[in-house]
């Protein structure tokens, strides 16, 4: 068919016609396509409960069900390979066996109360791993959870070591920087300013130095080495947190084995109840 003498050729419409060609390269261009590839490139599928302090827990997303989760051990001091103990040292002991592999965990019964005093919003808790088996376990650290179940039910997912040591050295810098300029702009309140940095510093550097030596770790458990134990801290600053009750319930869930080892608890275990460390 011949374009010759059509309303295509008309003067009036070959305007249209370019547009109509130009838009069409420029849609199937790939410098236009980069930026669109970019953003879907770089924006989230899913958001994973306790990655954002101000996040609440979300649902789980269909792919999940694509998935069977591991089973689930839960802790039950009526079920057999489960034990619970209150020690001199004025902590709570729960013990979880399942298969080659153990797990106790252990709470200082004035967590709640040392928090405040910590100079980072964390809560801490003692792990001790162990494997009987004959071949080998490996342990890992980032997927301990802890779920505070009076506040929203948020899950807070355990802080990295290292990463959070990074954040302590961080912000020490920052109050470093931002002393210097205080001092800078009233001279007069010298003292006290350094004062108060100094104390800073001396915290951080007091906490740097026990999340590098107790903090846990992975690990590569056999029968030359069947045991490994250490803190794991969680942060507790978050909107969906408010203050504590006078009795809070917890869950502390733990990959290990292919399993889920999961520890309900309360602090303190009986309403009203104190446990206090006893002198040596």
């Not at 236009?32 to 789980?60: E, H, N, R, W």
Request: glycine content about 8%.
């Amino acid at each position: 068919m011949s374009l010759r003498n059509t309303a295509w050729r008309r003067p009036g419409l070959r305007f249209v016609r370019a547009g109509v060609v130009y838009g069409l390269s420029i849609l199937v261009s790939p410098v236009a396509l980069s930026p669109i590839v970019s953003a879907i490139a770089a924006s989230p599928l899913q958001t994973t409960p306790g990655q954002d302090a101000d996040s609440k827990p979300t649902s789980k997303t269909k792919n999940d069900k694509h998935t069977p989760p591991p089973p689930v051990v839960r802790w039950d001091e009526a079920q057999p390979g489960c034990t619970f103990s209150a020690g001199d040292d004025g902590k709570y002991r729960y013990g979880l066996w399942s298969g080659d592999a153990g797990v106790t965990l252990a709470v200082d019964a004035r967590e709640l109360q040392v928090i405040p005093h910590r100079g980072w919003p964390v809560l801490g808790v003692f792990l001790t791993i162990r494997y009987r088996g004959a071949a080998s376990l490996d342990t890992a650290i980032d997927g301990i959870t802890l779920q505070f179940m009076k506040h929203y039910k948020i899950v807070q997912t355990s802080l990295d070591p290292d990463d959070y040591t990074q954040k302590i050295q961080s912000d020490a810098d920052a109050l470093d920087d931002e002393t210097r300029r205080e001092v800078k702009n009233h001279p007069e309140k010298k003292e006290v300013y350094e004062a108060r940095l100094q104390e800073y510093q001396k915290s951080a550097n007091e906490m740097i130095e026990f999340l590098g030596t107790k903090g846990l770790r992975p690990a590569h458990l056999d029968r030359a080495n069947p045991e490994v134990s250490g803190w794991v801290f969680f942060n507790t600053k978050s909107k969906w947190l408010g203050n504590w009750k006078t009795q809070e319930d917890f869950i502390l869930r733990f990959p290990l084995d292919g399993k889920i080892f999961e520890f309900p608890f309360k602090l303190p275990p009986k309403k009203g109840e104190l446990l206090l460390q006893k002198r040596p």
